[in-house]
């Protein structure tokens, strides 16, 4: 059974940067895609961004692109999302999730706790 546990979160000014982690135990990360996830109050969850299995692929949603970056090591069995140039809409609960299936799929079984991110302008 893979577990996920986000960290790095926190409470950055406007145009600050930064880096989300994603440790994975219990099973080895390499078999999975991984996506980060968001949700603020009072909104739907979105995906923010996700890395194919292999680390070759990489897909980010257009609010992020150019300012995200997503990477993963599976040797460490981690995952991470570099932030720059945070906004205050970027304010949220940070999830990692991660799927057998392929990020394309959109179906992710495996979650972790979130880690919050707090942008003040």
């Known amino acids: 059974q893979l577990q996920l546990a986000e960290s790095g979160g926190g409470s950055v000014q406007s145009g600050g940067s930064l880096r989300l982690s994603c440790a994975a135990s219990g099973i080895g990360l390499d078999r999975y895609a991984i996506g980060w996830f968001r949700q603020a109050p009072g909104k739907e969850r979105e995906v923010v961004s996700c890395i194919s299995s292999s680390g070759l692929r990489a897909d980010y949603a257009d609010s992020v692109k150019g300012r995200f970056t997503i990477s993963r090591d599976n040797a460490k069995n981690m995952a991470y999302l570099q932030m720059n140039s945070l906004k205050p809409e970027d304010t949220a609960i940070y999830y990692c999730?991660?799927?057998?299936?392929?990020?394309?799929?959109?179906?992710?079984?495996?979650w972790g706790q979130g880690t919050q991110v707090t942008v003040t302008s």
């Open positions: 999730a991660g799927t057998f299936w392929g990020c394309q799929r959109n179906q992710f079984d495996h």
